[in-house]
């Protein structure tokens, strides 16, 4: 796995609720395990899921299996539906000893639906925030729920800032403002400013405003904002950043200070010891729904000069620079 783990930061729990190896029973026939991707391969995030889960797994005693239902590309009600039918009926024609998926599409239109508390223990991995929305946990279903560091994020942009008040700008779609909803949640506070833009050019405008209105400001996914432009809007950046800025997400580490990302591996560990635990004799719901920990720090110096701020060297000596 690349990149650093900044210790100070985060802590870092990797089989949490999961018994040691040394207690963990030995199995002597192979087992099958499926594993479902709500996405496609290619697919960056859920990749580093897939990649944690088959390190994890690498050396046991176990047949590993994909299926990628393609909801990322294909996001039509209809398409979703089919996709998940054909989930269905991949776990009844292989009969799994065990099941993990990614992301939500699999645990809202397979799980759910078909398994609440069936034979087939099933364990989840990239659910955003709160899985209780589908029920869970069952008797049959454990998992990580992803969560994003933002209290981690703003505590250490905090440390530069001139004043208390935040601001934040995401793209304006249910995805964003449920992300507000949790980021404030998740902090105990309310953002001052908080924009939500449809174009490039409003998001350029906004962008703008809040190097005045707020002391610090956070990037949301501005995927999918009409005319956005990769290069331009680093450029536009680099020009017109006046505050700390910073965001979880790693492909926006060009685009901010500071970025303190999920690492999906990380979650694919957990699932392949979650699952080897189960398939030893531990049962689902004896292993508590968790959430991610584990953080990748990134410092963007181009940023921090043109804000005149000098980052702690602990912070240096720990981080991803980009330049």
Same mark, same amino acid.
């Given at each position: 796995m690349s990149g650093v783990i900044y210790q100070k930061l985060l802590a870092v729990f990797l089989l949490c609720g999961l018994p040691s190896a040394s207690v963990i029973a030995e199995f002597h026939d192979t087992k099958k395990i499926l594993f479902i991707n709500s996405y496609h391969a290619g697919y960056e995030w859920s990749d580093g899921i897939e990649k944690g889960l088959e390190t994890g797994l690498k050396g046991k005693q176990v047949e590993l299996e994909k299926f990628y239902m393609d909801t990322k590309r294909n996001r039509e009600p209809e398409a979703i539906k089919t996709a998940a039918e054909m989930a269905r009926q991949k776990i009844e024609t292989l009969k799994p000893d065990i099941v993990i998926t990614a992301d939500d599409n699999a645990a809202k239109h397979v799980i759910a639906p078909h398994y609440k508390d069936s034979v087939i223990p099933f364990v989840f991995t990239g659910v955003n925030w709160d899985a209780s929305?589908? =029920?869970?946990?069952?008797?049959?279903?454990?998992?990580?729920?992803?969560?994003? +560091? &933002?209290?981690?994020?703003?505590?250490? +942009?905090?440390?530069?800032?001139? =004043?208390?008040? @935040?601001? +934040?700008?995401?793209?304006?779609?249910?995805?964003?403002?449920?992300? #507000?909803? !949790?980021?404030?949640?998740?902090? =105990?506070?309310? $953002?001052? @400013?908080?924009?939500? #833009? @449809?174009? $490039?050019?409003?998001?350029?405008?906004?962008?703008?405003?809040?190097?005045?209105q707020v002391d610090v400001l956070i990037l949301e996914n501005p995927k999918g904002i009409t005319g956005w432009d990769n290069d331009k809007g680093k450029e536009f950046i680099e020009a017109n950043t006046r505050i700390p800025t910073g965001t979880t997400h790693v492909w926006l580490a060009p685009y901010?200070? #500071?970025? &303190?990302?999920? &690492?999906?591996?990380?979650?694919?560990?957990?699932?392949?010891?979650?699952?080897?635990?189960?398939?030893?004799? @531990?049962?689902?719901?004896?292993?508590? &729904? #968790?959430?991610?920990?584990? =953080?990748?720090?990134?410092? !963007?110096?181009?940023?921090?000069?043109?804000?005149?701020?000098?980052f702690d060297y602990s912070m240096i000596k720990n981080a991803e620079i980009i330049k």
């Open positions: 929305v589908y =029920g869970f946990p069952y008797a049959n279903v454990t998992g990580m729920e992803e969560v994003s +560091l &933002i209290k981690s994020l703003m505590d250490n +942009l905090s440390r530069y800032s001139r =004043g208390n008040r @935040k601001g +934040l700008i995401s793209i304006d779609a249910i995805s964003g403002k449920r992300n #507000v909803d !949790n980021f404030e949640k998740e902090l =105990g506070y309310s $953002f001052d @400013k908080v924009y939500y #833009v @449809k174009t $490039f050019d409003e998001w350029k405008q906004r962008y703008q405003d809040l190097q005045t901010a200070a #500071v970025t &303190i990302a999920k &690492i999906p591996e990380e979650q694919g560990m957990w699932a392949a010891e979650t699952a080897m635990a189960i398939l030893a004799g @531990k049962t689902p719901s004896e292993i508590p &729904i #968790v959430k991610n920990q584990q =953080g990748r720090l990134y410092l !963007n110096l181009k940023l921090g000069n043109a804000i005149e701020v000098v």
